[in-house]
């Protein structure tokens, strides 16, 4: 069991993606925005990651921050997106599309073939079917709460719902505290994580006046990055629990 295991790490950044395939990681999933919760990352990025790293690149396809329903203008974004994304060398894409009265956009995620997230989908165990019946390779998941712990029990649901079908992957606040149990309590094979830790900045000038962002945003000069030796604990704990 513990040989099929496999983690996914959050990246935004080279040194992120460098880290986590340190530390252990079997997939990353490259984004950037992570404080919109992941858009998509620019090519620059994604060409330069690759050079660095060996595992799986798995690119977002989110065009900007806030809800899953999209306009014929986002749309036309995200197919560009793909295309580009997936010449430059994206091993999979990370995606979701919903309707307004939020059920998955089968006809869009169907064009746009990846990974769905379908936390904010209305019915999970009918996300769940609509996703098998397209071919989706896998589902990342919270269990519909505000973390894969809180979530637990709707995942355990849709694992066994899964029957195999279609691989479940918890993500959402997982860290050395809660991994073994959410492990053992859903019974996952894949798991989703960031495994971040703060650094301070390398400036030596700085001007606490202006801010580059919404309130909300990160500290001007404060970096996360992606933390070997959590991703190297994260992957031990899961081997073992396994």
Same mark, same amino acid.
């Given at each position: 069991?513990?040989?099929?295991?496999?983690?996914?790490?959050?990246?935004?950044?080279?040194?992120?993606?460098?880290?986590?395939?340190?530390?252990?990681?079997?997939?990353?999933?490259?984004?950037? @925005?992570?404080?919109?919760?992941?858009?998509?990352?620019?090519?620059?990025? &994604?060409?330069?990651?690759?050079?660095? +790293?060996?595992?799986? #690149?798995?690119?977002?396809?989110?065009?900007?921050?806030?809800?899953?329903?999209?306009?014929?203008?986002?749309?036309?974004?995200?197919?560009?997106?793909?295309? *580009?994304?997936? @010449?430059?060398?994206?091993?999979?894409?990370?995606?979701?599309?919903?309707?307004? %009265?939020?059920? +998955?956009?089968?006809?869009?995620?169907?064009?746009? *073939?990846?990974?769905?997230?379908?936390?904010?989908?209305? %019915?999970?165990?009918?996300?769940?079917?609509?996703?098998?019946?397209?071919?989706?390779?896998?589902?990342?998941?919270?269990?519909?709460?505000? @973390?894969?712990?809180?979530? *637990?029990?709707?995942?355990?649901?849709?694992?066994?719902?899964?029957?195999?079908?279609?691989?479940?992957?918890?993500?959402?606040?997982?860290?050395?505290?809660? &991994?073994?149990?959410? *492990?053992?309590?859903?019974?996952?094979?894949?798991?989703?994580?960031?495994?971040?830790?703060?650094?301070?900045?390398?400036?030596?000038?700085?001007?606490?006046?202006?801010?580059?962002?919404?309130?909300?945003?990160?500290?001007?000069?404060?970096?996360?990055?992606?933390?070997? @030796?959590? #991703?190297?604990?994260?992957?031990?704990?899961?081997?073992?629990?396994?």
């Amino acid at each position: 069991m513990a040989d099929s295991f496999l983690m996914e790490v959050c990246v935004d950044s080279v040194e992120s993606a460098v880290n986590a395939e340190r530390g252990g990681a079997g997939r990353l999933e490259l984004c950037t @925005s992570l404080l919109e919760g992941g858009l998509t990352p620019s090519l620059g990025l &994604l060409q330069v990651v690759k050079r660095y +790293v060996k595992i799986p #690149v798995y690119v977002m396809i989110r065009p900007r921050g806030g809800d899953f329903l999209y306009s014929d203008q986002d749309v036309e974004v995200m197919r560009r997106d793909v295309e *580009l994304m997936k @010449s430059h060398g994206a091993d999979g894409l990370v995606l979701g599309a919903l309707t307004e %009265d939020g059920r +998955v956009d089968a006809e869009l995620c169907m064009e746009l *073939l990846g990974i769905v997230t379908f936390d904010v989908a209305h %019915d999970p165990a009918v996300a769940l079917e609509t996703l098998v019946s397209l071919g989706f390779e896998r589902v990342l998941t919270s269990g519909c709460d505000s @973390s894969a712990l809180e979530g *637990l029990p709707v995942i355990k649901r849709i694992i066994d719902q899964a029957k195999g079908r279609i691989i479940i992957m918890p993500g959402g606040g997982i860290t050395e505290r809660n &991994l073994q149990r959410i *492990l053992e309590g859903s019974g996952a094979q894949e798991l989703h994580c960031s495994a971040r830790s703060s650094r301070d900045s390398a400036m030596k000038f700085r001007n606490t006046c202006v801010t580059m962002g919404a309130a909300f945003s990160a500290p001007e000069y404060g970096l996360k990055v992606a933390d070997v @030796s959590k #991703v190297r604990t994260l992957n031990a704990i899961a081997r073992n629990t396994l």
